[in-house]
């Protein structure tokens, strides 16, 4: 079935450090891929999405490139700030039945001090 | 704000009463989830609703009951919950036609059972 796989966590850098989370999945067929975050005592947010191969989505100055070659999604930034500070989650969606759940990650804490 | 609210944002319970949380969306979508979210544990999907009708029931207890009257509004119905049900309870909504399609949250419940 479909999977994603995170880096455990947590995360921790000073402010201005370049971060990766990495993200790999298992999944038939062309699953769409999605990075969400989420700030204490709230939901889940969508950071960026890619749908196809070779896709990059980005938001914020945070970026992810859809690479099927090796079944990936990892998430950069150049420059984390404070700010940052959140709960990161990759997750991915089959393209075989519309209304299925997305499929999600176990979550990577990222501490960002200054 | 996403478009998806839920209510109340905190409720404590005792073992013995009979709650209920609410979740609403005018996003038009037709595909609804609940999820809980406990401390240093993966998401974990409850059940899924599309086009009013549940689709799946993730081995949940009988003490969790959902309800969904319209594609707009999802209700959890809780009784008799013990102590390790206390997490955070997310609603979530995607169309149902567009399997590339992300999936919007609530800021979610905090539920404390004592």
């Known amino acids: 079935g479909n999977s994603v796989t995170q880096m455990e966590g947590p995360v921790t850098l000073s402010e201005e450090a370049f971060l990766t989370i990495n993200c790999t999945y298992t999944?038939?067929?062309?699953?769409?891929l999605f990075w969400y975050v989420q700030y204490p005592g709230e939901g889940l947010q969508l950071l960026l999405k890619a749908t196809k191969a070779d896709d990059k989505g980005s938001n914020k100055g945070f970026e992810a490139t859809y690479r099927k070659e090796t079944t990936s999604f990892h998430l950069e930034k150049g420059s984390v700030q404070v700010s940052d500070s959140a709960v990161y989650f990759c997750?991915?969606?089959?393209?075989?039945?519309?209304?299925?759940?997305?499929?999600f990650g176990k979550g990577t804490t990222l501490s960002v001090s200054s | 704000e996403t478009g998806v609210t839920q209510t109340p944002r905190h409720l404590v319970m005792g073992m013995t009463n009979k709650k209920s949380l609410k979740c609403e969306q005018h996003l038009g979508h037709n595909a609804m989830y609940w999820y809980k979210q406990s401390a240093k544990k993966p998401l974990e999907l409850m059940f899924v609703?599309?086009?009013?009708?549940?689709?799946e029931n993730n081995s949940v207890p009988s003490r969790f009951s959902p309800e969904c009257p319209n594609s707009s509004h999802l209700f959890l119905h809780l009784h008799t919950l013990q102590p390790e049900d206390s997490a955070l309870y997310l609603c979530?909504?995607?169309?149902?036609?567009?399997?590339?399609?992300?999936?919007?949250f609530g800021q979610g419940t905090r539920l404390t059972v004592v």
């Open positions: 979530a909504s995607r169309p149902s036609y567009s399997p590339v399609a992300e999936a919007f």
């Open positions: 609703y599309n086009f009013k009708e549940q689709t």
């Open positions: 999944a038939t067929g062309y699953p769409s």
């Open positions: 997750a991915l969606s089959g393209n075989s039945q519309a209304g299925t759940a997305l499929i």
